[in-house]
């Protein structure tokens, strides 16, 4: 499978060779893969560099950053901005969009990321991740807020890093999903997962089951079953992960299979989900289709949600098609009133679940 000849430069310089337009978004995509390596190292120091621990200052989403959001927002950005193939940026980790310097060029791209996904982990050495989504605008005129609120299907490329035991890119530029291993000896990053496919079918499933009292029906009627394992409907065991960093749950299942859920909840209802469409899901949705996946709100293909803001947040269900698709069908029957009572025991008291 590996090929250590096959370098992200020589697989970017083949992608132009077949498609001579995307030389800019090539320039870019090695752009961010030199952030990548920039926070990768800092990450790689630990405790000995200095930068664990809170910044003390909360981003535009009321969460306290860490150290480590603000320098790894600040590396993306320092990185990226110069080199004349971008519009604007749009961060999790600052409010507005971020504009290229009035001196300095700008092309057509758009980059929208998650500087550094999970990071309440960080403090613990548990994986944790970079996700990034990249949109086209027709011109090279500075970014506007709606030119950013373009559905999912519009990406002209996405990936995520992921800092573990080793650092990977897994990209997508619509053909196909790869993943990239960064060799620290030479700094560049190897082709090592080409066209990565996702199991149809899988025994594990990744929720926060903390939650459960808040969930919908469709969730909670999905994981029960699950949970009854091959004494219930489902006929067979399942296993459980949750390692609260969606980079690291998202490269389990694109590699191994399996279902991943941040569903809406009843917690707060001012927000439809956890996790943010623009730099989060959409990206994240784009890998999984491209490896052969499906990507979802529960009620809808998550890339083709109207954006209306970017930061919104959304419910998100991603992973194995087969077991997507089961929770989209939940959702419907739900909606629709036709779910069938469910006998279970987890559901004797059916109204711990139903809406009253
Ligand atoms: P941050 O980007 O703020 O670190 O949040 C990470 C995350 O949004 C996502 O990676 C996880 O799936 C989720 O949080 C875990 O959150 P819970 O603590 O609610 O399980």
């Known amino acids: 499978m590996r090929n250590s000849n096959m370098t992200l430069s020589k697989y970017l310089i083949n992608e132009i060779s077949v498609d001579p337009e995307l030389t800019d978004l090539s320039s870019?995509?090695?752009?961010?893969?030199?952030?990548v390596i920039t926070i990768s190292a800092m990450l790689a120091k630990g405790a000995l560099g200095g930068y664990l621990g809170s910044a003390e200052v909360e981003n535009v989403q009321g969460e306290v950053q860490k150290k480590l959001d603000v320098i790894s927002n600040d590396a993306f950005i320092e990185q990226?901005?110069?080199?004349?193939?971008?519009?604007?940026?749009?961060?999790?980790?600052?409010?507005?969009?971020?504009?290229?310097?009035?001196?300095q060029e700008r092309g057509r791209y758009l980059l929208l990321f998650d500087p550094l996904d999970g990071s309440s982990n960080i403090d613990f050495n548990v994986s944790v991740g970079t996700i990034f989504s990249i949109l086209a605008k027709e011109d090279n005129s500075a970014a506007t807020t709606q030119d950013?609120?373009?559905?999912?299907?519009?990406?002209?490329?996405?990936g995520y890093a992921i800092y573990g035991p080793s650092t990977m890119l897994v990209l997508t530029l619509g053909r196909g999903t790869h993943g990239f291993t960064l060799d620290r000896d030479s700094?560049?990053?190897?082709?090592?997962?080409?066209?990565?496919?996702?199991?149809?079918?899988?025994?594990?499933?990744?929720?926060?089951?903390?939650?459960?009292?808040?969930?919908?029906?469709?969730?909670?009627?999905?994981?029960?079953?699950?949970?009854?394992?091959?004494?219930?409907?489902?006929n067979h065991d399942f296993n459980m992960r949750w390692i609260a960093s969606m980079v690291a749950e998202v490269h389990r299942i694109i590699l191994r299979g399996g279902i991943f859920m941040y569903p809406r909840d009843t917690r707060d209802p001012s927000k439809p989900g956890r996790l943010r469409l623009m730099y989060e899901a959409n990206p994240m949705a784009m890998l999984v289709e491209q490896a052969g996946g499906w990507a979802s709100t529960g009620r809808g293909r998550m890339l083709e949600v109207e954006p209306t803001s970017i930061h919104q947040r959304i419910p998100v269900i991603l992973g194995s098609k087969r077991e997507v698709e089961r929770v989209e069908r939940y959702h419907e029957e739900y909606d629709a009133g036709t779910d069938t009572p469910y006998d279970s025991p987890l559901f004797g008291e059916r109204s711990l679940y139903l809406d009253k």
Request: charged content about 20%.
């Open 28 to 35: 870019l995509l090695i752009d961010v893969a030199t952030a």
């Open 80 to 103: 990226c901005q110069w080199g004349g193939q971008l519009a604007g940026m749009v961060s999790e980790e600052l409010e507005l969009a971020y504009q290229i310097p009035a001196e």
């Open 148 to 158: 950013f609120l373009r559905q999912g299907i519009n990406q002209v490329a996405a």
């Open 187 to 234: 700094g560049n990053f190897i082709l090592t997962h080409p066209s990565i496919t996702i199991p149809e079918e899988t025994s594990e499933y990744s929720i926060n089951t903390s939650n459960s009292r808040f969930w919908e029906p469709p969730i909670a009627r999905y994981i029960a079953e699950c949970k009854e394992g091959s004494t219930g409907v489902r």
